[in-house]
């Protein structure tokens, strides 16, 4: 019985290997957009519906103004190389939460959510842009999707999603809610992995420098953040995601890198740069 279980795990991997868009890493991927798109853009209205949204409409249009340049240079960017059918089914959306949770993320499909409370540490508009690029990465990376594929394997068998959502639904909300980082305060964001927080730090910074936001901003914000999560901090070998320590020192070294792709007007010209070497260490 164990041997079979271990085949058919195995088989599952073997099936579901795909490969990161603009990276080049292989994930774990057994979920078609066709099923995780409906699930997230559901989702997303629960959690609108659930919320307040904010009503200041300063903040509310720089959320959208940012988003929306990023989307742009994302699409630009997967187009120019042959990587458009990566966003099929996307329907973009920026909403503000009026909340003081210090959060931010992005669904399947292009689905922002910002909290008020993590605009004090933006300070401005390029600080939004260092926080967009860096959720927008997780979902082109399709992170979520690699951890609830996971999930899937190890919590619920391996069953396809459409089966888990009509036998186990409570479960699988449940799953798709820790996949894609959605928590209701600063201490229980639900983090990503290393590995994927370091992708989504160094895509973010190609996203937001391709929209017209200067990267060296990126290190300044984790800089802010880090002087506001308090001490002593969760040592790094304890902790999924990367030290600030090590998250600005690996932002700072790949600066260089991402003013490649730096377009200071920030004007979309329908055509973007071609994939340099983005791979990330897994260590």
């Known amino acids: 019985m164990k041997r079979s279980a ?5 088989l599952i991997i073997l099936i579901g290997c795909a490969t990161v868009p603009i990276t080049g890493r292989k994930q774990l991927s057994i979920i078609p957009n066709s099923q995780i798109l409906p699930l997230s853009y559901s989702s997303y209205q629960d959690v609108l519906k659930e919320s307040k949204l904010s009503t200041n409409q300063e903040q509310v249009q720089q959320i959208k103004k940012v988003g929306n340049k990023i989307q742009q240079s994302v699409e630009d960017f997967m ?3 042959k990587l458009s059918d990566k966003l099929d089914g996307y329907e973009w959306e920026f909403n503000l939460i009026e909340d003081n949770t210090i959060n931010a993320w992005c669904m399947p499909g292009g689905k ?10 933006c300070q401005d508009e390029a600080g939004v842009a260092v926080v967009m690029g860096h959720e927008v990465a997780h979902a082109i990376a399709n992170h979520g999707a690699e951890r609830m594929s996971q999930g899937l394997v190890q919590q619920l068998g391996g069953v396809a999603l459409t089966v888990a959502i009509k036998d186990k639904p409570e479960e699988t909300q449940a799953l798709f809610f820790t996949a894609y980082g959605i928590g209701t305060t600063y201490g229980a ?3 990503y992995s290393r590995l994927h927080e370091s992708e989504a730090d160094k895509l973010g910074l190609v996203f937001m420098a391709m929209a017209g936001y200067d990267p060296h901003e990126a290190p300044k914000f ?5 002087a506001m999560a308090g001490s002593p901090p969760v040592p790094q070998w304890m902790s999924t995601h990367p030290s600030s320590e090590t998250r600005i020192s690996n932002l700072n070294a790949y600066l260089s890198e991402a ?3 730096y377009n200071p007007s ?4 329908g055509t973007a740069p071609k994939v340099r070497s983005l791979r990330v260490k897994t260590k």
């Open 6 to 10: 271990s085949l058919i795990l195995t």
């Open 79 to 81: 187009a120019q190389n």
């Open 112 to 121: 922002v959510a910002f909290y008020t409370g993590i605009l004090p540490v």
């Open 189 to 191: 964001m639900l983090p």
């Open 259 to 261: 003013m490649k792709y």
């Open 222 to 226: 984790w800089e802010r953040m880090d």
């Open 266 to 269: 920030g004007q979309s010209t």
